[in-house]
């Protein structure tokens, strides 16, 4: 009687050891951040950026699409350049603060980011920078395009325009 008990309390911890063991030596995957659509994102000086993608049927014009979450408490100033045929182009705008709401720019109603002389075809990376409170990092922004069902109607507008 006694080895039953032994047996099925040892069969009992194998099993329970085979089925639940791999989180013992295996990284929990859901803790590592990580970009979940095609853009990019960076955290620069007090400003959050999120989904950073530009769309582009040209290679030359193109929509900045992104998401903001300014937490200050008050609005701040976003430069934004790229290098555009040798020449450096640059723009701001402001990121209002929102209570670690996120802001949105490029899709559906909201404003725009036309960049101008982006000088990259569709599926390439173009190196944006990004300014924010005294604090400059940058990134290669994914250029796509509208032929995309998810990105249909973002093409570049005449909104707000950087370019050289």
């Not at 329970?16 to 000086?45: K, R």
């Not at 040798?86 to 402001?94: C, F, K, N, Q």
């Not at 002389?117 to 990134?139: M, Q, R, S, Y």
Request: glycine letters at 14%; a negative charge.
């Amino acid at each position: 009687m006694k080895v039953r008990i032994v047996v099925a309390a040892a069969l009992a911890v194998g099993v329970a050891l085979g089925t639940a063991g791999c989180n013992l030596i295996q990284p929990q995957a859901t803790t590592t951040p990580y970009d979940a659509s095609d853009g990019v994102g960076i955290n620069v000086g007090d400003l959050q950026l999120r989904n950073l993608m530009i769309i582009s049927d040209n290679g030359e014009t193109g929509n900045l699409l992104m998401g903001a979450a300014n937490s200050t408490g008050e609005d701040v100033e976003l430069h934004i350049g790229f290098v555009s045929g040798g020449t450096v182009v640059d723009g701001h705008l402001d990121v209002p603060s929102n209570d670690k709401q996120v802001t949105s720019w490029g899709s559906g109603s909201e404003d725009r980011i036309i960049l101008g002389g982006i000088n990259t075809i569709p599926g390439g990376l173009l190196e944006v920078a990004f300014e924010a409170n005294g604090e400059t990092k940058t990134v290669l922004v994914p250029v796509l395009t509208s032929a995309q069902p998810e990105y249909e109607g973002l093409e570049p507008k005449k909104v707000t325009k950087i370019s050289k």
